[in-house]
Structures are given as C-alpha cells and as structure tokens.
C-alpha cells in the first residue's frame, strides 16, 4: 500500500535524523573509517563490504538496538495535514486542559518565589561552590530550612484535575445512561477489558513460568528457574535489547537484572556518560535552583522516611540535582504534549534569544517524585550509571503519570482502566464503596501515580517494573490495583467509611505482586 | 502524484431524522453535507482530506457525468467506512483522514457534485461532523523536457591512445575518485539537531519569573 511505505520511510528518515546526533553515529564512522584498513574492504563494493563488517563485529547488533530504543517512544505515523501537537495529542480539550494544569503549577511557583524573596536561579558564590564540592557525597547531611517550601503539587491535586476533565462534546447530563461512568474519571477513552488484557498479557499466564511464582522455596529450582537464569545469561551475551524485553516478561533473576534494565534502555557505560554526569555535576555546583529546595523537601518527606530507602539519601540528592539540569530531558517534549516551563533573563523579557527553560530540564518535581528514583538504588551503585538508567525510565514512562493525555499508558487511562475493572469484574464492590463514598480510584490513585514504589515490598516491585520495561507499557500497574482490591473484596465490602476503606489498604508491602495479577487476570471466575 | 486543491462549496449539514427536528427527544444519528464546484469543469477526483470530529461511519455519493449531453447520475463511491472502532469510545474521533481515489468502489472521472453521509450511532455524542474538508484532483503531469540532440545521443567516444605501461586503468581510477567524492560529500552534508546542553545564556542563568505564555 503506497501509505505504508510512505509512512515508513518517513519514520525511518525521523529515526536517522534522531540517531545522527547521537555517540552511535560518531562511533559508527570512526568503526567505517578504521576498517577502511582491512584487506576485505574493497572500493567498489564498499558499502557492502562495510555492511558485512559491522554484522561481524556486533556494530549492526547495538545499531538495532538503538533503532529499536528509538521505536519503542516513537508516536504512530500519521497524516501529513496535522499540526505537531495532534500528533501529541489529538483531543483539544486535553490540551486545554493540560495548559490551565500547567498555568496553575507556574502561578504557584511564582508566588513561592516573590512570597520568599528567593530567585529562581543564582549562581553560588566561589566559597559556596567550594563547600558544596566537599559535601557531595554526603547531602544527606544538610539540615537546611524548608519550613517555609511547600510542595508545587501532590498526587491529590493532580487527581482532582483529572476527575475534572470533562469532553465538551460528550453526553454528561443527569439521566443516568447505559454508559454513565460510575467511577470518578469521566472522560470516554478506550480501554482494554479482561479478554484483551489476557491476550495482551499471554506471558503472564497460568502455564508459562514466572519469577515471583515459580521460584519460591517450594518449587524445585529444576523445573523452571534454572533454565531461565540460564536463558538469561545468554540473552544478555547476545546483547539483544528486543530479546531481552521479550524475555524480561517472565521476571528477571536478581543478579542479571541491572544488566538486562541497562540493556532494555539501551544504556551502555561510555566514557563519554561518566563525563556529561560530571558536567551536570559542575552545574550543579555552579547554580542554585529554586527547585532544588522542593527536590531537598521532598527526599526529607518521602524517601528519608522509608524504611526500604533512608539509606539512598545521598544518592537521591545526586541523581535529582543533576537530572533538573539536563537539557536532554527536552527531548521527551517531542511526544510528550506537556510545554516546559519558560523564562527569560533578567531584564529581557520578551526578547526570543533570551527565553531559557526553567528548570533547565523542563520538569517541576512534585511531592513524591523522588520515590520513581530510590527504588534503582538498590540496582546501580555508580551515581552516574543510576542517573542514567533514572533518565531513560523518566522520559519513557514516568513522565505519563503526571501528564495528561489520552496516551493507553497515561495516568488517565491508567485510572479509567482500573474504574472498568473494578466495575466489570467486582461490581459489588465498586457499588458498595460508591455508597460508603469511598470511590476506589482515591486509594488506588496514589498507588498508580507514584508506579507502587514506596507501597510495595522492593522486590516484589522490581518484579512490577520489570513487567513495565517487558511490555513497555504501565497498563500492569492498573490490573495490580484491581486485583489488589479483589484480594482484600472481603474486608472492603464490611467497612462503612473512607478512612476504614483506607485503613483496609494502608499496607499492601506484604502482598506478592505476580500471583495477584496471575489470578485476577487468568484465574477468576467472570 | 501530484495533486491540486479543488475550490469547493460546502453546504451545511442537513439532519435526517424521523419526526419533527424541533420537538423530538433524540439527537439525529445521520447527517448530510452536500459538497459542489460551482466554477469548475467536472474533473478527475484524487483525493479528499478531512478533519473528523466524532462521526462514526462515512459513505460517500458522487454524482458523475458520463457522456455529454446525459444527466449526471449518483454513485455510491464509498460505503460505510469506519472511522470510529468504537462509536461509545474517543478512539479515532479527531483524527486527520485521507481517502484515495484507489479506495473507491467507482472510478472518479468527471466528478460534478459530491455528497457525504455521516453516521454516528452512538446517542453520547452531542454533535458530530467532519471538519477542514479539502478535494484534491489530479495535478498536470510534469512537462517533459527536450533535450537537446548532442545530450541525448551523445557521439560514441573515440578509442584513447593505448596506454604507457604500469599505470592504471583511468575508467577504473575514475570511479574510484567519483566514489571517494560522493562520501565526502555525504559527510559534508550532515548536519545534526542535538542539543549542546548549555541551559544559560551566555554564562547568565539570573531569571525573572516564569512566563505564562
């Protein structure tokens, strides 16, 4: 069909484009040059000489990768007559309604800034940088003053925009329909019900083998988790990133899974990483941002104070400092229908050559967003391989919980699934905590938004998150919230209140994640 | 293929509905564009691109002429094309459409008149229609060029003197040379968009406040 080749030519020039600017390409040519050198290179037939060369040595292999990092964040094809931001968002009262989201998150922090007389950004002084320098491995530390910051949001703002979100053109009215939504989110988006969630999850199933299940004490390692480590280990000599991805899906060992997470995100240790974290670093220390404190506030608040994560304190500090100076974080802009907040220079307001963005990687850190970081702590030990592997997972899927669109794997679908779920397949439930005015997406939201890190024991969520990277997609974390709530339906249908409700799920650290899932998705009788 | 932009009228939507418009509880579930060319000739239909905005189904009549001097009669060109999956759910309701001349059910000669029937089963919607309406006809095929009759058919080349020994053969030294310069050139030609990373301007990052705009 002459639109396909169309669009796929389109989408392959996109992606050379992409990886032009990219180390891949630098060391690409310097590989092609240098071979340049060996007998079986010959002029004429030079560029299938080269071909053959580069499938030789790996390069085709780490070029595929790279191709298929590129394709797992790139939006669909689509028609030529429209704009950039259909292409980001095709619904305009979503795009509205992310502008006045974003307008208020601006109005706040500008009114932090005035009300506490500090800048938004200044450079330290020399004594300062100094000081600074000599403490960086132990942030932690510091005591300073933040009883004045609050933080610009909290999930239960963000909620509250969302059960606001209204299409124009939707039948909203009183009567009660056959497709009145029950449940808080009220915007009609397609979902996937139970049939395509077993179709979309096959891995998970009741006759494949997982980790989390089939590698407990009392199943014989023979049976299934040898075999897999041993899978494992040769999936990661290939250095295959769609293997590793399709082979994830079935939970990773604890000792391959830095290599594999490393793979899938195609991150690999270059000289040229540990020097741009050093540049970040030295940003770091030459300016002090406003949203530094709100980073400081919010570690003190939420990971300080886990029993799991106090210990990764410093580590925190080092990652986000560094990750709100990083300019490369923009990039995520491109299919992320979000703007960066913009500034200019003193003085210079309006003129174009200088407008910055502020924070310089465009992203305001909310209450709780230090969470998305401590739990990789427990993977990678070198601040700069933890930076990194913190980036990639920020602009491939954390940036959807706090952005909205119409995205399958964005926060509102996330939370119009678990509605549907919990409707569809536990409807007394859904009916009783609705009468008791204890809508369930109110617990559960805070669950989804932060991806279960902090209320989950950490191994079982790094189990969650390697289905996340497995499927490259967060629509797990909505099934996990259903079927928490269909484990503990018991408990839930005798409580009379809210607070009760919560009480009931205040502590989920003790449930195993993978036969949660395993049983609400295969196994429960509809 | 190149294709021309039709200057057209568009009328508005007509509801077809059973009863009265104004007393009836429902809202009308079809309704009627009619699309004419007041000052053009009929031509060769190539393309047609609209904006959707919750129309479930889209058939398509266009009414053709012809011979000359019969009336123009209506064809079915297009017959319930779905445009949402799920009439109940936004999947597909603001999208950019195209349609090609290739995915008619008639050939779309001498098209005078168009006429577009929207569908929308589903009683959720408020309103719905297609927006941005574009006809394309087929452009004029590019000119073709007279080449003058030495560049057409150039004179068979002489043979060169035959060549002193131990030098190369200069067709072969040639393409070499031709290669050699088509990478550099290739080279010379990247150009990247990556970002450097600076964040601050000219070593000042001392800000106002962030603008809403």
Known sequence: MLQEESDLSLIIAQIVQKLKGSNLYAQLERQAWASLQRPEIKLESLKEDIKEFFKITGWEKKLQNAVYSELSVFPLPSHPAAPPEHLKEPFLYMRKALGSWEKRILKSLNSMCTELSIPLARKRPVAEQKELLNKWNEMGTDEPDLSLFRPVYAPKDFLEVLINLRNPNYENGDPLSFRTHLGLIQVPLKVKDIPELKEYFVELGLNTGQLGIDDSTQVPPELFENEHVRIGQKVLAEQDSAAAQQYIRQGSPTALRAELWALILNISGQPEDILYYEQLKTNVIQYDLLVDRLTYKDVKLTASNDDYYFVFEDYLYQVLLCFSRDTSVLGHFAYNCASPPKSYIRGKIGLEEYAVFYPPNGVIPFHGFSMYVAPLCFLYHEPYKLYQIFREMYVRFFFRLHSISSHPSGIVSLCLLFESLLQTYLPQLFYHLREIGAQPLRISFKWMARAFSGYLATDQLLLLWDRILGYNSLEILAVLAAAVFAFRAVNLMEVTSLAAAEAVLADISTLKVMPLLQIFLFATVT | ?213
Not at chain 2, 3 to 23: N, S
Not at chain 2, 107 to 112: E, H, S, T
Not at chain 2, 191 to 204: E, K, W
């Open chain 2, 1 to 213: 293929m190149s294709r021309v932009l039709v200057p057209c009228h568009v009328k508005g939507t007509v509801a077809l509905q059973v009863g009265d418009v104004r007393t009836s509880q429902g809202r009308p579930g079809v309704l009627v564009i009619d699309v004419t060319f007041p000052s053009v000739a009929p031509f060769q239909l190539q393309e047609i691109t609209f904006k959707n905005y919750y129309t479930a189904f889209l058939t398509i009549r266009v009414r053709q002429q012809t011979a000359p001097h019969t009336p123009a009669r209506w064809v079915t060109c297009l017959r319930d094309y779905c445009l949402m999956p799920d009439p109940h759910s936004e999947e597909g309701a603001q999208e950019y459409v195209s349609l090609f001349h290739h995915q008619m059910l008639c050939d779309m000669a001498r098209v005078v008149e168009l006429r577009l029937i929207l569908r929308q089963p589903s009683p959720l919607w408020l309103s719905f229609t297609v927006e941005e309406l574009k006809i394309y006809q087929l452009g004029p095929k590019s000119p073709s060029v007279v080449f003058p009759k030495w560049l057409s058919h150039p004179v068979p080349c002489e043979q060169p003197a035959p060549l002193l020994e131990g030098f190369p053969d200069p067709s072969r030294v040639s393409s070499k040379v031709q290669q050699m310069w088509a990478l550099t050139e290739m080279i010379r030609a990247n150009h990247t968009s990556t970002r450097i990373g600076r964040f601050d301007v000219d070593g000042c990052y001392d800000l106002n406040l962030l603008s809403y705009t």
